[in-house]
């Protein structure tokens, strides 16, 4: 059984881990979000539409962003900044 505790029952480390955790979570899928933007469609596996969506709505833990960058983007394709 998993006991439910309140922010302020939780260790101070815990605490951090959590806020750490979920700024990595934010820095990922802004970087994520950034570079779909940036990238010509035919240079991904998916539709653009279908990676957002994945991005934005999936807490992930930053596996969705990171599944992305690694299965996401067709190899050797390089975003052009200012596109």
Do not use: C, H
Not at 2 to 30: T, Y
């Amino acid at each position: 059984m998993v006991v439910r505790r309140r922010w302020s029952e939780l260790s101070e480390r815990s605490r951090r881990l959590i806020v750490l955790g979920a700024v990595v979570e934010g820095v990922l899928k802004i970087a994520a979000l950034i570079d779909l933007r940036r990238r010509p469609a035919d240079q991904l596996r998916g539709s653009k539409r279908a990676w957002a969506t994945a991005v934005v709505l999936v807490n992930s833990l930053g596996a969705v962003p990171i599944g992305y960058f690694v299965f996401g983007r067709k190899s050797g394709a390089v975003a052009r900044i200012g596109s």
